[in-house]
């Protein structure tokens, strides 16, 4: 495997369902991040870690819920869901997040919440 | 509140001819800046990246950079239909902050 990478890669869930998000990246980065692409919505950050630690929480509904277990696995896990929630979760890293780094993204998880 | 600000389009332009694309930021403290592609149901990837003022060129795209007027654009040379994406500005700011921030975007079209 090669860049981010993010399994699943389509969801379908009820408001009730408790389901997680995976990305892994592969590029020896020590940042990464959480984004939601709504449709003709600009990208919303949604958690940042770097170097393991959580640096940013923008103020995201506590039904989202991140995990960095090391720095190349980023979690995100979902519970009680609403239809609102449906979008594309994008993961990207970096190499440490320092504003001169670039971010590479995965392929996304496209999320449905019925 | 720092803000990144893109038309969002579509600006339709004939293949062969030049698409510049604009982006106006809100705050002068700004240090890093990126040009982002996303086909339709894809995810974003980079293009371009500039720190300083002036022009930067890589293949048929240029990236220019004028922190004066807050504005970063991207002129895409002999445009292509296969160039025909959303594409999206980011700005990183300075100040230690591990948060970019990104446009709208905007949707180009180059018809044959």
């Known amino acids: 495997e090669t860049g981010v990478t993010q399994t699943p890669r389509h969801l379908v869930m009820g408001m009730t369902n408790k389901k997680s998000l995976k990305c892994e990246q592969h590029?020896?980065?020590?940042?990464m991040y959480w984004y939601k692409q709504s449709a003709k919505k600009p990208l919303e950050l949604m958690f940042v870690?770097?170097?393991?630690?959580?640096?940013e929480n923008n103020s995201v509904p506590s039904r989202f819920s991140p995990e960095c277990p090391n720095s190349s696995h980023l979690f995100l896990h979902l519970h009680t869901l609403q239809p609102e929630d449906s979008a594309l979760y994008l993961c990207?890293?970096?190499?440490?997040?320092?504003?001169?780094?670039?971010?590479?993204f995965g392929p996304g998880t496209r999320l449905t919440v019925l | 509140q720092k803000e990144v600000e893109q038309n969002s389009g579509p600006l339709s332009v004939p293949e062969g001819a030049i698409a510049s694309l604009n982006c106006t930021y809100s705050?002068?403290?700004?240090?890093?800046f990126f040009w982002y592609r996303q086909y339709s149901g894809k995810s974003p990837e980079l293009i371009m990246s500039i720190y300083s003022n002036g022009d930067k060129e890589d293949g048929r795209f240029t990236a220019q950079l004028n922190k004066a007027s807050q504005y970063v654009s991207l002129l895409i040379r002999d445009s292509q239909p296969s160039d025909s994406a959303t594409y999206l500005c980011a700005v990183n700011w300075s100040g230690g902050s591990y948060i970019p921030t990104f446009g709208r975007g905007t949707s180009l079209i180059v018809h044959p």
């Open positions: 990207a890293s970096s190499q440490d997040g320092r504003g001169y780094n670039e971010q590479f």
């Open positions: 870690y770097s170097l393991e630690e959580r640096v």
């Open positions: 590029l020896g980065h020590n940042a």
């Open positions: 705050d002068r403290v700004s240090q890093s």
